[in-house]
């Protein structure tokens, strides 16, 4: 099939997902929407996150695509059973994945999760978790400051290397072999946050499981891409494109264009 994956998150955070899509399925071509002018969602109330959640998926119909993947943790864990009964085509989140990849990667079955504010309230990665490994031992934190930094494309900074030691100067004396990155945008900041961790705690970026999952749900269907040619991205933001662009080029290590969407005012409120 020739249809698009559409990929949405609330600002840049889903690009990590993006990259592990196309270096998985190289064949399939990507619609990403990342919802820059409302970013972060993790301090956002869940009926708010569930609203914005079913605006982007209804610009994104347009397309006519042949699966939603919702790359962002905090509208996976409040809006997925919505958008998946609303829809017909296959919609697929990024918190099992996560969960399932720290647990095959877990030896010690204690598990550090660090998320937005909204995801480690949902208690998301917690429940899934214990679905798969109900003896799990999990400590979770929420950290709000990391999405705004990533979203000023400042994943090295002094500002940045300081805030991420002070905000996980008390998860780092939990005894655990596997921290979540519960957050797409996190990646982005994936060497500070193991160098504060130390070597001994793996980092599980929920992007490459997530990737896989695409991948196994479009071969079962018959719905992978059969085109030889190299498809031809299209990537959207709400807020200014300038700094979005920036990073997305640099992350995925490619030219892009990006086109502006702008939302009706009451609904950024």
């Known amino acids: 099939m020739q249809q698009a994956i559409a990929i949405l998150d609330s600002g840049v955070g889903g690009l990590t997902v993006v990259k592990e899509v196309m270096r998985q399925l190289p064949q399939e071509k990507i619609i990403y929407f990342g919802d820059t002018a409302r970013t972060p969602y993790g301090p956002r109330p869940a009926e708010e996150v569930t609203r914005f959640t079913h605006q982007i998926v209804d610009y994104l119909k347009q397309f006519q695509p042949k699966m939603i993947v919702i790359a962002c943790n905090t509208a996976t864990a409040v809006a997925i059973d919505e958008i998946r009964a609303e829809l017909t085509i296959p919609v697929v989140g990024v918190i099992h994945p996560g969960a399932r990849a720290a647990i095959k990667t877990s ?134 494109p300038r700094m979005f662009k920036a990073i997305a080029q640099s992350w995925l290590n490619e030219q892009i264009k990006v086109t502006p969407v702008v939302w009706q005012v009451p609904n950024i409120i």
């Open 107 to 240: 030896r010690t079955q204690r598990i550090g999760v660090i998320g937005t504010e909204g995801t480690i309230k949902s208690r998301a990665y917690e429940v899934a978790l214990r679905q798969i490994s109900p003896n799990i031992q999990v400590v979770s934190q929420a950290c709000p400051s990391f999405v705004p930094l990533v979203e000023k494309g400042l994943f090295r900074s002094e500002e940045t290397r300081r805030t991420v030691e002070e905000t996980l100067s008390e998860l780092r004396r939990y005894p655990m072999d596997c921290l979540i990155l519960g957050c797409t945008h996190y990646p982005f900041l994936s060497e500070l946050i193991s160098s504060v961790m130390g070597p001994q705690v793996t980092l599980i970026s929920s992007a490459e499981e997530t990737a896989r999952e695409i991948s196994t749900i479009l071969y079962h269907k018959g719905m992978l891409a059969t085109s030889n040619s190299m498809p031809v991205h299209q990537f959207f933001c709400s807020g200014e």
